[in-house]
């Protein structure tokens, strides 16, 4: 397992210190946590890109409730 230094100002430092209390977790569990939920949205970003793409191209459809119910 990696380990890395991170330098925290004085206000970065305090606004961690109050992540751990208010979620009750050390922090290299919040920075983890922060690196995952980044990189969620980057991944989450490129498929409404794909999907934007596509819809575009006119290779989207969508159904309405009633039409599944059929």
Do not use: P
């Not at 606004?15 to 922060?34: E, I, P, T, W």
């Not at 969620?40 to 009633?66: L, M, Q």
């Amino acid at each position: 397992m990696g380990v890395i230094s991170i330098r925290l100002n004085k206000g970065e430092e305090q606004v961690l210190k109050r992540l751990v209390v208010y979620f009750h977790q050390d922090k290299s569990a919040l920075v983890k946590k922060s690196l995952l939920e980044l990189y969620e949205n980057v991944v989450d970003c490129g498929e409404i890109k794909e999907f934007e793409a596509k819809e575009r191209k006119g290779k989207i459809s969508f159904f309405t409730a009633e039409d599944i119910l059929k």
